[in-house]
């Protein structure tokens, strides 16, 4: 069968190098996919946002299904356009899709139905902001700022005084930094703890977990500095005990799903919830409703079942039917990305020794910001995430880090330390 995916980040090359590995895929489409895609996946001029155009291509190409990368589109409802037009697409439809695209609809679902969170006030003035800012207390004074809307990431500040705050409401509120994301926001306690990556396959009825992960969201090792798109994941995360597990499934998997059903949202995709865990209690920071990035990076290559029948038995509404079966190895992501990153960075810089690097067993360079161009050329900020699988964390690690010593171009910039939480936890398990 041929199948399409939207997009073009590290999470996309890893999404088609798996599919890739399926018997069941005979050809496959990556729209507008990068420098790595294009070497496993055939690409297209069309416009990502033309719905119209891209659906006019699936039925030229005898596409059996497609599959979504980032929030945007869905946010834009692409799954419902391919629905009307009556073909078969993976991620969830423009109202699921709030649940990532807007905060305050989240903060209310999550709150309606029992999901652990952080307790949180709407806005829709900026006065009235400041007023509840003014009238908090001074002692320990620390809140979570937040646009109620996709903001490529970036709408989240994180405060720690009263000054700090009200800079944040302005920025979002008034400077309308994020747009039409400033018309409301979301004022939220600041929780304290270790953050991790929960994602799971959903079609409604049934939701099944896949291996956790962490992300590395700040650019400096130690987790410094300001936060990016992601410089690196592991998994398994141990800070995922079998306890917090369990947590997770009754308090917010299972309530997740008893939550959609009562509020007739017809979910069927990955849900994503990014927990906070704090001596063994969790909270959900964040739902998101697609594959991470970089976390898909490390927890694709674990997958022991063909992706094919996951995405087709969600897409069908067939997930309990199915075993979904994980490798208990390790795997990490390390991203390297163009200096300066998440600032201003220069583009164009030929890239050296990803051939090699992906030589080496066990190994893999999935790219996300380059563009083949006369030899793979860095063409965003993050650029490759280099991932290797090995029986242990420490292992996983040492591996990617042999791979990324293979690499080089003017610029790069990597961490040093991307799994060092791991290492210093227990075992991880979802059993
Ligand atoms: P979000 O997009 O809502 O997950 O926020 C992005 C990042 O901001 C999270 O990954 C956390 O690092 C941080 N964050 C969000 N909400 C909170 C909170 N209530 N307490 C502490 N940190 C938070
Ligand atoms: N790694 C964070 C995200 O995908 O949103």
Known sequence: MNVMIIGSGGR???LAWKLAQSPRVSGLYCIPGNGGTQGIAKSADIAVNDFKALAGFVKEKNIEFTVVGPEIRLAEGIVDYFMEEGLAIFGPDRKSAQL???????????????????????????????????????????????????????????????????AGVKRIMEAREFEGAGDRIVIE?????????????????????????????????????????????????????????????????????????????????????????????????????????????????????????????????????IDIEWDSRSCVCVVIASGGYPGKYEKGKLITGIAEADSIDNLNVFQAGTRKNGGIKNSGGRVLGVTGVADSLQGAIDLAYKGVSKIKFDDMYYRKDIGWKGILGGQASIS
């Open 100 to 166: 990532e695209g807007s905060k305050v609809f989240s903060k209310n679902f999550m709150k309606n139905h029992n999901i652990p969170t952080a307790k949180f006030e709407v806005f829709e003035a900026s006065a009235e902001a400041y007023s509840y800012i003014e009238k908090a207390g001074e002692d320990g004074f620390s809140v979570v700022v937040k646009a109620d809307g996709l903001a490529a990431g970036k709408g989240v500040i994180v405060c720690d005084s009263k000054q700090e705050a009200v």
């Open 12 to 14: 996309e090359h890893t």
């Open 189 to 321: 306690e600041k929780l304290k703890g270790e953050e991790a990556s929960m994602m799971a396959f959903c079609d409604g009825e049934t939701i099944v977990s896949m291996v956790p992960s962490q992300d590395h969201k700040q650019v400096y090792d130690g987790d410094r500095g300001p936060n990016t798109g992601g410089m690196g994941a592991y998994a398994p995360a141990p800070v995922i005990t079998k306890e917090v597990y369990k947590k997770v499934r009754t308090r917010v998997f299972d309530n997740f799903l008893k939550g959609i059903k009562k509020d007739n949202i017809n979910f069927k995709g990955i849900v994503y919830a990014g927990i906070m865990v704090d001596k063994g209690e969790v909270n959900v920071l964040e739902f998101n409703v697609r594959f991470g990035d970089p976390e898909t990076q490390v927890v694709l290559p674990l997958l022991k079942t063909d992706i094919v029948e996951i995405l087709k038995a969600v897409m069908d509404g067939r997930l309990k039917d």
